[in-house]
């Protein structure tokens, strides 16, 4: 079975702009959460979504919003991109609770 | 605020010496705790995991002990390898019913032949 895939692998935008990322969970997993990760450090928790609607949402501002298919895949946006806005940004899928499971993840820099 | 933190920021082992990974937390209604793997360009990977109703469990070469009483985790590798060398992080479900991780800051694991 596939992992859980996300695209794109690399993105470079600029402060202001919009930034659109994908997450396509493990086949049966209905559950997707995603995770900024700033260099030297742990992820941190964004948003999680189970059977498409938001389950939990971590400190981030409004510009971040993110949102789950029918087939449980999932969008990640961030608008009016700042510079710390640079990251990696891991999607991780699971059944319900317990073990996640992480995409490799998008590496985003904003100039 | 409620926070996953670790004592060591870099570990350095020989091959084959036996690695203890050690973490603090600090939000006691955890009932959930993971250890994971990450090596340079990819996702955090599964290590092994334990609930709060256990003080101890064993995978293959690994073990996470469970001290609720100090809200304390440790991971420990046994003969450890060039290939164990990776950041690893411990995490915690804060008893929110959903999958929701908040995570360390990670430790650098090197190994040396």
């Known amino acids: 079975d596939a992992g859980v895939t996300q695209s794109p692998t690399h993105l470079i935008k600029t402060r202001g702009q919009q930034v659109t990322l994908r997450c396509s969970p493990i086949?049966?997993?209905?559950?997707v959460s995603w995770y900024q990760q700033v260099l030297g450090q742990g992820p941190q928790f964004i948003f999680q979504?189970?059977?498409?609607?938001?389950?939990g949402r971590g400190n981030f501002p409004d510009r971040f919003s993110a949102r789950q298919f029918p087939n449980y895949s999932s969008e990640l946006n961030v608008n009016a991109l700042l510079l710390g806005d640079s990251a990696l940004y891991l999607c991780?899928?699971?059944?319900?609770?317990?073990?996640?499971?992480f995409g490799p993840g998008t590496r985003l820099t904003v100039t | 605020g409620e926070s996953v933190g670790l004592h060591l920021p870099t570990l350095s082992v020989q091959e084959g010496d036996n690695s203890i990974i050690n973490c603090a937390y600090s939000?006691?209604?955890?009932?959930?705790f993971i250890w994971y793997k990450q090596e340079s360009g990819k996702g955090p990977q599964f290590i092994i995991d334990?609930?709060?109703?256990?003080d101890k469990r064993q995978g293959q070469r690994v073990t996470v002990l469970l001290n609720k009483t100090v809200k304390h985790l440790s991971l420990q590798i046994a003969a450890t390898q060039p290939g164990d060398s990776a950041v690893y992080f411990c995490?915690?479900?804060?008893?929110?019913?959903?999958?929701?991780?908040?995570f360390g800051k990670g430790t650098m694991l090197l190994v040396s032949p």
């Open positions: 991780a899928s699971s059944w319900v609770m317990g073990e996640q499971y």
């Open positions: 334990i609930r709060s109703n256990m």
């Open positions: 979504y189970y059977e498409k609607e938001e389950r």
């Open positions: 086949s049966g997993h209905k559950s």
């Open positions: 939000n006691s209604a955890s009932d959930y």
């Open positions: 995490a915690e479900n804060g008893n929110s019913g959903y999958s929701t991780l908040t």
